[in-house]
Nanobody, 122 residues
Framework: QVQLVESGGGLVQAGGSLRLSCAASGRTNSNYATGWFRQAPGKEREFVGTISYSGLTTYYADSVKGRFTISKDNAKNTVYLQMNSLKPEDTAVYYC???????????????WGQGTQVTVSS
C-alpha cells in the first residue's frame, strides 16, 4: 500500500505560480510512476502530467505544456508540480496518483491522494 498526500494548493491570481507537493508513504520502495490529474466542478477528471520513477521521463497535457513542470525527490519520496502562468481555467482539485506505468489514463494508477484545491482568480 502507498499513501499519497497532496499539499500546496490555494488561491492565486491569474499569471501567478503555485507548487504542489505529493508526499508518499508506505511501500515507497516500489518503482511507481506518479501522475497528476485535476477535476474542475462539473467536469471529468483530466490528465495533467506524469513522471517516471527515475524522474527521467515526463509527459504533459497540451493544455499545461510549457507552463507546468513535474519533478521529484526520491530521497524525500515527494513529487512536485510547479505551475506557472496560471489561468482561471486551471482552477480544479488536483490529485496525484501512483502506478506502475507512466500513463495519461487514470485507470492505470493504483493509489490516489485526497486532492488539493487550486483556485485561480481573474
Amino acid at each position: 500500500q502507498v499513501q499519497l498526500v497532496e499539499s500546496g494548493g490555494g488561491l492565486v491570481q491569474a499569471g501567478g505560480s503555485l507548487r504542489l507537493s505529493c508526499a508518499a508513504s508506505g511501500r515507497t520502495n516500489s518503482n511507481y510512476a506518479t501522475g497528476w490529474f485535476r477535476q474542475a466542478p462539473g467536469k471529468e477528471r483530466e490528465f495533467v502530467g506524469t513522471i517516471s520513477y527515475s524522474g527521467l521521463t515526463t509527459y504533459y497535457a497540451d493544455s499545461v505544456k510549457g507552463r507546468f513542470t513535474i519533478s521529484k525527490d526520491n530521497a524525500k519520496n515527494t513529487v512536485y508540480l510547479q505551475m506557472n502562468s496560471l489561468k482561471p481555467e486551471d482552477t480544479a482539485v488536483y490529485y496525484c496518483a501512483a502506478g506502475y506505468s507512466n500513463s495519461k489514463f487514470s485507470y492505470d494508477y493504483n493509489y490516489w491522494g485526497q486532492g488539493t484545491q487550486v483556485t485561480v482568480s481573474s
